[in-house]
């Protein structure tokens, strides 16, 4: 396999995906140098996450119309001048309509790399690659809290976004240099009114949600939007069974492994989801570490997601998918809910050894959740298949972290006492089962199903393989 271009996909969604989360650590610094407060700044958070929604369903259609490798660059383009729109805010506006500028551009890099990848790798290359472009989705958001904070502490909050400048840059050539031509093909014209539906559906269910949990609004406003974008998700069903080319095209669900690969995803990132969230908090809040330290402690995870890499294609052509789905869906709910037992005095190297267990298995599920989507799909569905993987998976997670910042808010309703470890206790138990309900629609995965792209053999009832196609 080439390992040129998942690299260089991986490299720019590195960026993205750790760009993501270093704002978090930081918030108070830029907060202060703008003159606002932290909570008002989460706005910030809120917006990238909006713009995501909103245009990563249209990201298919844009693909297909400009060419991948065209519409790839030019997110970067954005993307970059974003983060420099970031840095040179010097108010709350700026700030959040540089970070919904950033989102435009992450919302096509990501389902565009994916699509640049499948288009370009032959199917029983598909898991060895994938786990390449996997890597910055689950190491992204580990390192940054202890970059964001190191960067902050000793030299400036701006140089947060300022090195991706340089890191675009060599993006974009390498990109034009290396990544291989996909040339347009024939669309449909723009289903204009199932983009404007789709995007308040993605957006508000994002928006409500990312409110509810960290309020920087009322949380009354989170409330009427989710529902707004709930109304507006059951609009857009109906206008795309009357559309022949919809912009999110729901009857590939009608195909039982890409409707499998999706719930099953979706159901094991709202528990994962939370995690990245979770961890954090209780390391500062409940054991008092630094924000440095906090994020020393979580970037343990990035070990077992580079260790995953090296074993992914082996593990899958020996187990298979549903084999290997079911048993990381199941030992991740377990190392999620072991969190529950950290206390300040839980030695260090317990708690790495149980965060590099969940990193390898989480990093696992997601290498095979991502290229079973496309294991049973046509070419020419592969761009629709994308753009319905990212959407779902931006939703999700945002449930994951609503979820986990409420039941921390629900238990401190119910004791009338700060958040403290209890809280944490029944969160991490709580999302630690709703990862384990993955097992639900894998454990409905014919033996063979994506086969083609594992290399998995099943043998049959006599222990003999059967013969190949």
């Known amino acids: 396999m080439n390992r ?75 993307f970059v001048t974003g983060s420099i729109a970031c840095a040179v805010s010097g108010s709350l506006t700026e700030f959040v309509l540089a970070r919904f500028l950033q989102g435009m551009g992450g919302a096509m890099m990501t389902p565009v790399a994916r699509l640049v990848l499948v288009r370009s790798t032959a199917k029983r290359d598909l898991v060895s690659a994938m786990a390449w472009l996997t890597i910055p989705g689950v190491i992204g958001p580990l390192v ?42 024939g669309v449909k014209p723009l289903d204009v009114v199932g983009f404007l539906l789709s995007a308040v559906a993605a957006s508000g269910v994002v928006f409500g949600l990312s409110v509810v949990s960290l309020p920087a609004l009322p949380p009354i406003v989170g409330v009427i939007v989710l529902l707004t974008g709930i109304l507006a998700g059951a609009a857009y069903l109906r206008h795309a069974r009357r559309r022949a080319h919809p912009v999110l095209d729901f009857r590939l669900f009608r195909n039982r492994v890409f409707r499998t690969a999706i719930a099953g995803g979706s159901i094991f990132r709202i528990g994962a989801g939370a995690t990245p969230f979770l961890l954090p908090l209780l390391f500062q809040l409940g054991f008092g570490l630094t924000p440095f330290q906090s994020g020393m402690l979580t970037f343990a995870s990035a070990l077992g997601a580079l260790a995953m890499k090296f074993l992914a294609p082996f593990t899958l052509r020996a187990g298979g998918f549903r084999n290997v789905l079911l048993g990381t869906a199941a030992f991740s709910g377990c190392f999620i809910a072991a969190s529950a037992l950290f206390t300040p005095e839980t030695p260090h190297a317990v708690i790495i050894a149980v965060l590099v267990g969940a990193g390898f298995l989480r990093s696992l599920f997601f290498t095979s959740t991502n290229a079973l989507v496309f294991a049973d799909i046509d070419d020419k569905d592969a761009s629709q298949a994308t753009a319905i993987s990212a959407a779902s998976q931006q939703i999700t997670v945002a449930i994951g972290v609503a979820v986990g910042g409420g039941i921390l808010e629900g238990m401190t309703y119910l004791t009338g006492e700060p958040i403290g470890p209890a809280a944490f206790t029944t969160a991490f138990v709580v999302v630690g089962a709703i990862t384990l309900f993955a097992l639900v629609p894998f454990a409905t995965l014919p033996k063979d199903a994506g086969s083609s792209v594992s290399g998995h053999r099943v043998r049959g009832p006599a222990g003999e393989e059967p013969p190949a196609a």
């Open 4 to 78: 040129t271009v998942p690299l260089i996909l991986a490299v720019a969604l590195f960026m993205e995906n750790m760009d993501s989360t270093v704002i978090a650590t930081s918030l108070p610094a830029i907060a202060e140098d703008i003159s606002t407060s932290p909570i008002a700044l989460k706005l910030a958070l809120t917006a990238y996450l909006v713009s995501l929604a909103i245009f990563i369903p249209v990201s298919a259609w844009v693909a297909d119309k400009f060419g991948a490798k065209r519409v790839f660059r030019i997110a970067i383009a954005v």
């Open 144 to 185: 940054g809290p202890p970059i964001g904070g190191f960067i902050t502490t000793y030299v400036s909050w701006h140089w947060i976004f300022l090195v991706n400048v340089p890191i675009g840059f060599a993006g974009i050539w390498l990109a034009g240099r290396f990544l291989p031509e996909i040339p347009p093909s």
